[in-house]
């Protein structure tokens, strides 16, 4: 049985390029008839919010998506996080790095990837009892994955064949951060590879993220779901959808008189879900039938 679940970040409102992969996410899994989850990625105090969270939930609602058990949040699982974490470091998979961001930028060494400037490895080889003295002494540092060279290989149900070299494209991941919070990419490494998880649908914003997620599944001994990275939804300029192409949010376009049908058909129509013409959300599943995944 499919799987599946969709996790958005509660730093604001839904754009609709966000609500096209929840609705997508979700006829991938009725369609097989599978189940999915509600997951909010909260981990992030700074940009999180408890007000942002409800109104999504409140769009998500509107639109007609439901759920197969009460939304989950990171933030109540960050005990899990830190025990992967403390296992990396255990097996000496993971080390602490005293690098600031600025200090990383400022490299003259690190290259830009695609999680930003790629860590030029300053604090990989530090001798081991020097590092933990200075962790011990309360030194600020983060928490990096020793991440292993060589090209991570998984086949995704939307691109293809996808071949990524994490170590080029991100260098040694950051697992727990200098302040704390837990990295995203360990977070959903751990989450999306629990058994109640089969596949993750989102946007291909995240491609090489996969790839990222992956190596730290299998360091932990753990089994990838199935993936499938869904295009980004487009302004008029070609770039990513953002505040200055005007109505962009649900809630923008409830105000000029939208209904759901008329959201979902248009949303789901621009992935080949119908042909866009208004529809609910459960006349759609027969058309998703041809998701791969």
């Not at 990419?185 to 989450?191: G, I, K, M, S, Y």
């Not at 869904?230 to 300029?237: E, T």
Request: proline residues 6%; aromatic residues 4%; negative net charge.
């Amino acid at each position: 049985m499919t799987r599946g679940r969709y996790a958005p970040t509660p730093s604001g409102d839904l754009h609709l390029g966000n609500l096209r992969t929840a609705i997508v996410a979700w006829l991938h899994a009725r369609a097989s008839g599978g189940r999915i989850l509600l997951r909010i990625d909260d981990l992030d105090v700074d940009r999180c919010s408890v007000a942002a969270e409800g109104r999504q939930l409140e769009d998500l609602a509107w639109l007609g998506l439901t759920w197969d058990g009460p939304p989950e949040r990171q933030s109540e699982r960050i005990d899990a996080y830190r025990a992967a974490a403390d296992r990396l470091a255990g097996q000496g998979l993971a080390y602490p790095c005293f690098c600031s961001r600025a200090e990383v930028r400022a490299a003259a060494s690190a290259p830009h990837g695609d999680e930003g400037p790629v860590y030029p490895g300053t604090c990989r080889d530090l001798d081991p009892a020097h590092a933990a003295e200075r962790v011990a002494a309360g030194e600020r540092h983060s928490l990096r994955l020793r991440t292993p060279p060589g090209v991570e290989r998984f086949r995704d149900f939307v691109h293809g064949d996808v071949e990524i070299d994490v170590q080029a494209a991100a260098g040694d991941l950051v697992l727990v951060r200098s302040d704390g919070v837990i990295g995203y990419q360990l977070a959903c490494a751990v989450d999306d590879a629990r058994p109640q998880m089969t596949h993750v649908v989102r946007g291909e914003d995240l491609l090489a993220s996969a790839a990222f997620q992956r190596v730290i599944m299998r360091l932990l001994n753990l089994e990838p779901p199935d993936y499938g990275h869904v295009p980004l939804l487009l302004g008029p300029d070609g770039a990513r959808l953002a505040k200055r192409h005007g109505a962009i949010t649900l809630r923008d376009h409830i105000a000029h008189g939208a209904t759901p049908e008329g959201v979902v058909g248009m949303l789901a129509g621009m992935f080949g879900i119908g042909d866009g013409s208004p529809a609910d959300l459960e006349d759609l599943v027969p058309l998703a039938a041809g998701l791969a995944g």
